[in-house]
């Protein structure tokens, strides 16, 4: 290494939570990212997302109990419960406008962001993940995003 690490030349920037969260998507095969614009402020719509943790389970139509099992700083652990009956022991990352959860067999991606001319995109992504692969399996994983988005939509 120099001592003008980083290269003074090298381009500085962010992104964004979806364009992180379509970042991370676009290395997992099988993932699909579904995206929406709402007329109204990222801080409002992420309150309605995640709030203190549950109401993630007013926009996900397969989840039907959730149990916070540990949340430190921006790191979560919880178990989860499906209208099926199957659990998932999800941990992961959320920050405002952020949420990167994984278990063993589940994934779940949402990001919400300012839009420059105005509203909150928000951008979707999980579904089951294929065992011993960094893949997801890809039959329904729009229509649930869809599904969320509506359901985020009627609460809004």
Same mark, same amino acid.
């Given at each position: 290494?120099?001592?003008?690490?980083?290269?003074?030349? @090298?381009? /500085?920037?962010?992104? /964004?939570?979806?364009?992180?969260?379509?970042?991370?998507?676009?290395?997992?095969?099988?993932?699909?990212?579904?995206?929406?614009?709402?007329?109204?402020?990222?801080?409002?719509? @992420?309150?309605?997302?995640? *709030?203190?943790?549950?109401?993630? %389970?007013? $926009?996900?139509?397969?989840?039907?109990? $959730?149990?916070?099992?540990?949340?430190?700083?921006?790191?979560?652990?919880?178990?989860?419960?499906?209208?099926?009956?199957?659990?998932?022991?999800?941990?992961?990352?959320?920050?405002?406008? @952020?949420? @990167?959860?994984?278990?063993?067999?589940?994934? %779940?991606?949402?990001?919400?962001?300012?839009?420059?001319? *105005? +509203?909150?995109?928000?951008?979707?992504?999980?579904?089951?993940?294929?065992? +011993?692969?960094?893949? %997801?399996?890809? $039959? *329904?994983?729009?229509?649930?995003?869809?599904?969320?988005?509506?359901?985020?939509?009627?609460?809004?």
């Amino acid at each position: 290494m120099t001592d003008n690490w980083p290269d003074p030349e @090298w381009p /500085d920037f962010d992104l /964004d939570t979806v364009r992180r969260l379509r970042a991370l998507a676009a290395a997992i095969p099988g993932a699909a990212v579904t995206e929406r614009v709402f007329d109204t402020t990222a801080h409002h719509v @992420w309150d309605l997302m995640w *709030g203190d943790g549950t109401q993630v %389970i007013e $926009i996900q139509p397969d989840m039907q109990e $959730i149990e916070m099992l540990e949340q430190a700083e921006d790191r979560v652990r919880m178990l989860v419960r499906s209208r099926y009956g199957m659990k998932a022991r999800l941990e992961g990352t959320v920050r405002p406008g @952020w949420c @990167w959860l994984q278990s063993r067999f589940l994934l %779940i991606g949402m990001a919400a962001a300012d839009e420059p001319d *105005g +509203g909150t995109r928000v951008a979707l992504t999980g579904g089951v993940r294929v065992p +011993g692969r960094a893949a %997801i399996v890809p $039959i *329904g994983v729009r229509r649930e995003s869809r599904k969320s988005l509506d359901r985020l939509a009627a609460k809004l």
